[in-house]
T-cell receptor, first 109, second 114 residues
């Protein structure tokens, strides 16, 4: 079966750095997405990786290793507004997105 | 910029009733999707449409039906609602169903079946 694993919850301090990991086992691979979802709101797109390596976008970076079935989202200079759930999703061979259950990130002052 | 509009925003529905959740997008996207999101389970695909006139079943299609008469609209119908269909429903769209196409979400419809 297809599976996306990510931690259920993480806590970090304002101004610090946090890394949210995602491992996957899917039927084929056509890219990995990270989305942010604030409580009670819709998911919003953060990043897309299809090749191995690091993609940097401001305070957020996303890394992919296809051989290891592994990705992480790195958030720097954490702000209170970064408190949200972070969703990892993999596009499989049928171009369908397989979603992880999400990681709830709690930022403490 | 409207993007994706869903209606209703929230609804309490008696079990056994029929309900249609509406979804309209103004981005001229070819592909549209309906997801449900339940605590601890993540987003699950109910039905999708890669282009107007075509639809397909996702991971959890039972009890739901969709239609795609035109590019902009993708309604989701619950023929006879049951309590297990209590969830938040997200309509989404993308330019196409291929690698790299970002999926954009509507604001969600909160449905409670009692």
């Amino acid at each position: 079966g297809q599976n996306i694993d990510q931690p259920t919850e993480m806590t970090a301090t304002e101004g610090a750095i946090v890394q949210i990991n995602c491992t996957y086992q899917t039927s084929g691979f056509n890219g990995l997405f990270w989305y942010q979802q604030h409580a009670g709101e819709a998911p919003t797109f953060l990043s897309y990786n299809v090749l191995d390596g690091l993609e940097e976008k401001g305070r957020f970076s996303s890394f992919l290793s296809r051989s290891k079935g592994y990705s992480y989202l790195l958030l720097k200079e954490l702000q209170m507004k970064d408190s949200a759930s972070y969703l990892c999703a993999v596009m499989d061979s049928n171009y369908q997105l397989i979603w992880g259950a999400g990681t709830k990130l709690i930022i403490k002052p | 910029i409207a993007g994706i509009t869903q209606a209703p925003t929230s609804q309490i529905l008696a079990a056994g009733r029929r309900m249609t959740l509406r979804c309209t997008q103004d981005m001229r996207h070819n592909a549209m999707y309906w997801y449900r999101q339940d605590l601890g389970l993540g987003l699950r695909l109910i039905h999708y449409s890669n282009t107007a006139g075509t639809t397909g079943k996702g991971e959890v299609p039972d009890g739901y039906s969709v239609s795609r008469a035109n590019t902009d609209d993708f309604p989701l119908t619950l023929a006879s609602a049951v309590p297990s269909q209590t969830s938040v429903y997200f309509c989404a769209s993308s330019e196409g169903a291929s690698s790299g196409n970002t999926i954009y979400f509507g604001e969600g419809s909160w449905l409670t079946v009692v």
